[in-house]
T-cell receptor, first 114, second 113 residues
Framework: NAGVTQTPKFQVLKTGQSMTLQCAQD?????MSWYRQDPGMGLRLIHY???????DQGEVPNGYNVSRSTTEDFPLRLLSAAPSQTSVYFC?????????????FGPGTRLTVT | GQQLNQSPQSMFIQEGEDVSMNCTSS?????WLWYKQDPGEGPVLLIA?????ELTSNGRLTAQFGITRKDSFLNISASIPSDVGIYFC?????????????FGQGTTLQVKP
């Protein structure tokens, strides 16, 4: 299993541009989440999904959209990038059984908005 | 809202020393998780705790679920250079069944060979 994969690994955007961060998992996990990590602030939840077709907002959803058309994929869309969205973005997934909160993280996408 | 506070924020220690860090919450948690993040990588789960008072070990790592359910501790014995990284505590965010997590701000560990 590849686990949780994210692309791209690095991205630079200009203010106002849009882009999609990709996330895929091959573990047949029902639950997937997106977090952002900023220095000294830990990880903060952006959006999450409890299964295909179901998404909901986390702590910091503004400026981001998600959709979940398949179990495997959970893309994160930035509609109009702003410098405040410069961050490292992590996708995570977990099984619907076993440890309820034991999430597995991807390697991250480092985004800079100029 | 719920908050997790980790201390210390950073530590710089000599190889071979033991390390202690803790995490406190403003509210009761039913689960505590400890993650480690290597430089340039995503967090990796180290230990999960599900019961107040529980003490769990994973190699040189030992974590405890505080009896008040408002704190947790992580100890690393005989540190080695590959212990370098950021250690996060995490717990459930709210009472829903969605697996949403809230994270502490992290403890950065540096180990001098």
């Amino acid at each position: 299993n590849a686990g949780v994969t994210q692309t791209p690994k690095f991205q630079v955007l200009k203010t106002g541009q849009s882009m999609t961060l990709q996330c895929a998992q091959d573990m047949n996990h029902e639950y997937m989440s997106w977090y952002r990590q900023d220095p000294g602030m830990g990880l903060r939840l952006i959006h999450y999904s409890v299964g295909a077709g179901i998404t909901d907002q986390g702590e910091v959803p503004n400026g981001y959209n998600v959709s979940r058309s398949t179990t495997e994929d959970f893309p994160l869309r930035l509609l109009s990038a702003a410098p405040s969205q410069t961050s490292v973005y992590f996708c995570a997934s977990r099984s619907g059984t076993g440890g309820l909160y034991e999430q597995y993280f991807g390697p991250g996408t480092r985004l800079t908005v100029t | 809202g719920q908050q997790l506070n980790q201390s210390p924020q950073s530590m710089f220690i000599q190889e071979g020393e033991d390390v202690s860090m803790n995490c406190t919450s403003s509210s009761i948690f039913n689960t505590w998780l400890w993650y480690k993040q290597d430089p340039g990588e995503g967090p990796v789960l180290l230990i999960a705790l599900y019961k107040a008072g529980e003490l769990t070990s994973n190699g040189r790592l030992t974590a405890q679920f505080g009896i008040t359910r408002k704190d947790s501790f992580l100890n690393i014995s005989a540190s080695i250079p590959s212990d370098v990284g950021i250690y996060f505590c995490a717990g459930p965010n709210g009472s829903s069944n969605t697996g949403k997590l809230i994270f502490g701000q992290g403890t950065t560990l540096q180990v001098k060979p």
